[in-house]
Structure formats: C-alpha cells, structure tokens
Antibody, heavy 115, light 107 residues
Framework: QVQLVQSGAEVKKPGASVKISCKASGFTFTTYPMQWLRQAPGQRLEWMGWINAGDGNTKYSQKFQGRVTITRDTSATTAYMELSSLRSEDTAVYYC????????WGQGTLVTVSS | DIQMTQSPSSLSASVGDRVTITCRASQSISSYLSWYQQKPGKAPKLLIYAASSLQSGVPSRFSGSGSGTDFTLTISSLQPEDFATYYCQQSYSALYTFGQGTKLEIK
C-alpha cells in the first residue's frame, strides 16, 4: 500500500540543523511531488516546501527560504528536509506528504529545539 | 499569501447530528480546496479534494461544496469516530495555506 515512513524524533540545540527523512513505498516515487509541512503546538498546519521527485526541482515557502533544503534520493525512494539555524519556535511536528492534494502523509517527526 | 479562515473554531455536537463547517478564502481559489481530518497525535487525513470530490475510502456522510471564496464541509450524521479537528487548505496558489482548524467535540 502507499506509505510514507519518517525518521524518528529529534532534540536539537538552538542554532543547530536537523535533517528528517521520508521513505516512500507502494507507488512510483518519481512521478509525484513530495511536500514538507509542519505543525507547531496548538498552531495550524504550515506548508514549508516541495520537491519534484522526478527532476529534483524545489519550491520553498518564503518564510523558510534560506533555512530549508529539500532533497531526494530516487534510488532509495526517500525525500529529505533539512532545516538550519534552529530556534525554539521551530519546535513542531514535521510531516511529509505526497502530491497535491496531500495524500497520504507520513506519521510525523517531532523536533524539539531546546537549550 | 492566500488567507484561509474557518468557522467556527470549535463546535460541540452529538452523535447523529448534522454538522457544517465553513471555510473562506481571502481571494477566489476556484475549486482548489481540500478538507483534512486530524485526530490527536495523528497525521492529517484527506477527506475531500477539488471542493466536492470524496477521497476514496472516506464515508459518504462527508461532503463538500462551494467555489470561489466560500466553502463548506458537511457531516450528515456524526459518528463517534468523527470527533476530530478539521482543516481546509487551498492549492490555487502553489504557496499552500491552511485554515486555523475547527475542533469538533462531543456534546
């Protein structure tokens, strides 16, 4: 079945970077865009960016431009999201999702930024 | 960015009730509107896309309508498993944005 499985929870210090993976299975990875979103505690869902898994082209939300990098490994059918210069406000659950509309979603990865 | 506003932000209802949640976009988004259901500690699940198309596997008690700036999600007869938070999301602009969510609670 179509499935996205994300890497595990992370605890980072302010100023550090985090890289989260999203392993895809059950569909042809290169024919879909892969999205990254996040949800801070008590906040609405927030789109961060996407990658065309076929050609590697990316588009990022202006809010995260310069801090986020989305990549993919087609041989591993895995997408990655790296967020740098972390601050406490980046504490959130990060999700990957397939396509537009977003379906399915990964299970989420909690990133905690704390000194 | 296109702003999405849902109402109400929270709603109490009983099993068997008919419930309607509204979503308004800050500009016309045609029918580029999706609805998601999220339960505590879980990832969102796609319910409706293109404003009124039911995602495969989603019960027919869920329906969506609207176009332009005003949209609704209706649950015709609430079931215990429907108590969750619901989000609308626009894909008219590739800078995708979500509503603030509507928390549906048991009365």
């Amino acid at each position: 079945q179509v499935q996205l499985v994300q890497s595990g929870a992370e605890v980072k210090k302010p100023g550090a970077s985090v890289k989260i993976s999203c392993k895809a299975s059950g569909f042809t990875f290169t024919t879909y865009p892969m999205q990254w979103l996040r949800q801070a505690p008590g906040q609405r869902l927030e789109w961060m960016g996407w990658i065309n898994a076929g050609d590697g082209n990316t588009k990022y939300s202006q809010k995260f431009q310069g801090r986020v990098t989305i990549t993919r490994d087609t041989s591993a059918t895995t997408a990655y999201m790296e967020l740098s210069s972390l601050r406490s406000e980046d504490t959130a659950v990060y999700y990957c999702a397939r396509g537009v509309p977003f379906d399915p979603w990964g299970q989420g990865t909690l990133v905690t930024v704390s000194s | 960015d296109i702003q999405m506003t849902q109402s109400p932000s929270s709603l109490s209802a009983s099993v068997g009730d008919r419930v309607t949640i509204t979503c308004r976009a800050s500009q016309s988004i045609s029918s580029y509107l999706s609805w998601y259901q999220q339960k505590p500690g879980k990832a969102p699940k796609l319910l409706i896309y293109a404003a009124s198309s039911l995602q495969s596997g989603v019960p027919s008690r869920f329906s969506g309508s609207g176009s332009g700036t005003d949209f609704t999600l209706t649950i015709s007869s609430l079931q215990p498993e429907d108590f969750a938070t619901y989000y609308c999301q626009q894909s008219y602009s590739a800078l995708y944005t979500f509503g603030q969510g509507t928390k549906l609670e048991i009365k």
